[in-house]
């Protein structure tokens, strides 16, 4: 038996002495051990996006439905984005001025072979000049209401007399008087204002002798005309502004010329350039030019009371004012 405890004994020990030792076996499990790999991360999911609350009703939807067409209006005609004209730029809806004048006068026969016609020569002398423009629809947002105004002006000689070569003095008249309407061309940008002009122009040059009557061989001028024309405001820049204009008077009725030449044919033209400063906002200093003439082509025949083949009329101004245009 106890041979037999031996082998038994010597079998149990010998896995023990196979087995390697604990200090031997943590090398190697490092290294059989493999990297940790970092956790995964679930991907990111979008921002869920937030649908805007619908906008509630308005409680006028007639007066909000007035409202979008007003813009719509106010919007029309200019080109998407574009931006309202600076206000310093804007069409003006009044522009009034007052200024003092000084004209001359030249009146000329030609083929007077009787000289019974009496020309006339005029120095200088002293008048006084008031211009209105007004666009009403220049008080609207209407781009298209404020391009049509109404224009007017009139001028009075003051202090006029007539004197001839004998030193005989006459009392003498003159005054001249304008009404019309006036468009304007739609420009994009507003800095220029230029217009086509159609009204009624009047022309008044009278002598009298003593007691009121006429004196022989100067007739009364009272001259109706059609003006057809144009007129133009340009802006060199925001405190110069350059003023022009140009008609064509179409002579309809030229009064005791008339009756003195039946067969007479008369027409005219005028022209002014000038020039405004700014002082203020909307007060201009003005200065500037104008001439004015009228011609008649006369077709005598005998019996008339008068013989001539031509006349002309013809006046030049200077002016000097003050101006308010808004």
């Not at 002398?125 to 007017?152: I, K």
């Not at 009624?200 to 007691?211: M, N, P, V, Y």
């Amino acid at each position: 038996m106890r041979p037999l405890h031996l082998a038994l004994a010597a079998a149990l020990a010998l896995p023990a002495t196979l087995a390697p030792s604990t200090s031997d076996a943590q090398p190697m499990l490092a290294q059989r051990r493999r990297p940790r790999r970092p956790p995964r991360r679930p991907p990111r999911r979008p921002p869920r996006q937030v649908e805007p609350a619908p906008e509630p009703p308005p409680p006028y939807p007639r007066a909000a439905a007035a409202r979008a067409a007003s813009a719509a209006r106010a919007g029309r005609g200019r080109a998407p984005g574009a931006a309202e004209p600076p206000s310093e730029w804007r069409f003006p809806t009044l522009d009034v001025s007052v200024s003092g004048r000084v004209f001359t006068r030249s009146l000329s026969w030609e083929d007077d072979i009787a000289n019974a016609l009496r020309p006339y020569d005029l120095d200088a002398a002293p008048a006084l000049s008031l211009r209105l423009e007004l666009y009403p629809g220049g008080f609207t947002d209407s781009r298209v209401a404020r391009l049509f105004g109404l224009v007017a002006a009139f001028d009075l000689a003051v202090a006029l007399n007539t004197v001839d070569n004998r030193s005989r003095t006459y009392d003498t008249s003159a005054w001249s008087s304008f009404v019309g309407l006036r468009a304007r061309v739609p420009l994009r940008e507003e800095r220029h204002d230029i217009g086509l002009v159609l009204g009624w122009r009047r022309q008044s040059f009278t002598i009298r002798g003593a007691g009121d009557a006429p004196v022989d061989g100067a007739p009364d001028v009272e001259l109706d005309a059609l003006h057809v024309g144009a007129s133009a405001r340009l802006q060199v820049t925001r405190g110069v502004g350059l003023d022009l204009s140009a008609a064509y008077l179409a002579v309809l009725s030229a009064g005791q010329l008339n009756d003195w030449f039946p067969r007479m044919s008369s027409g005219g033209f005028e022209a002014s350039l000038g020039l405004a400063l700014r002082v203020v906002a909307g007060l201009e200093l003005r200065v500037g030019g104008e001439f004015r003439r009228y011609f008649h082509n006369i077709d005598p025949e005998p019996g008339d009371p008068y013989v001539a083949s031509f006349a002309s009329d013809q006046y030049v101004s200077g002016t000097l004012g003050v101006a308010w245009r808004r």
